[in-house]
């Protein structure tokens, strides 16, 4: 598995290329702008197959998914059921800067057979939180749930406290402590640095 960070958008948002070399897979995982960039530095890569990965429905993750599916001619688009009414909700946006998301073609809340991620579902910064976590290379895209030594807000709508708290202890500090978390801003950590110096959750 290789994994590229592009960060993207008005808020350098964290966009992930990840190619799985036994099934010629690309996943592009939460594509939130500069879409152009995006699908030039994806077609450097060789793929048979392209998915696109969606970590929750905020404009800042999700701003390039339209065109990138489209040019890239994605098999699937992921996203929670929970999310897709906000994702199209006229009230996400940046406005002026970034417009309401655009149309998503084939857009799914399953992930597609033979995907080398597992799904973690975690809610809270938004209710359809997703995170996709690969056991045999020890890393989870945990979107805006958990960053270094913070969690995301909950103050947009859908988020809750006390329902992300949960989905970090329930299911991220599941994991063993050297799985590596790619967050959705900012630098990877790991989950044995969270469960140990993370402020919000000691």
Do not use: W
């Not at 958008?9 to 702008?33: F, K």
């Not at 469960?195 to 959750?201: D, K």
Request: glycine share 8%.
């Amino acid at each position: 598995m290789k994994i590229e960070t592009l960060p993207a958008g008005l808020l350098e948002t964290n966009c992930y290329l990840v190619t799985d070399d036994a099934s010629r897979t690309l996943y592009v995982i939460d594509p939130g702008g500069d879409a152009e960039k995006l699908v030039s530095a994806a077609e450097k890569y060789t793929f048979e197959r392209c998915v696109i990965l969606l970590t929750h429905y905020h404009i800042d993750h999700v701003a390039a998914a339209g065109t990138a599916a489209r040019q890239l001619k994605a098999e699937t688009v992921f996203l929670r059921k929970e999310d897709q009414p906000y994702y199209y909700s006229p009230e996400n946006h940046l406005l002026p800067y970034v417009p309401p998301a655009s149309d998503l073609p084939q857009v799914t809340d399953v992930l597609p057979e033979g995907c080398c991620f597992t799904l973690l579902e975690l809610p809270g910064h938004t209710p359809g939180g997703a995170g996709f976590y690969c056991a045999a290379e020890k890393v989870l895209f945990a979107g805006d749930t958990i960053f270094a030594s913070s969690i995301g807000r909950t103050d947009f709508p859908g988020g809750d406290y006390d329902t992300l708290i949960n989905s970090i202890r329930q299911e991220i500090f599941s994991l063993p402590d050297e799985v590596t978390i790619y967050p959705g801003h900012g630098g990877a950590t790991t989950v044995g640095a969270e469960r140990v110096s993370n402020p919000y959750l000691s």
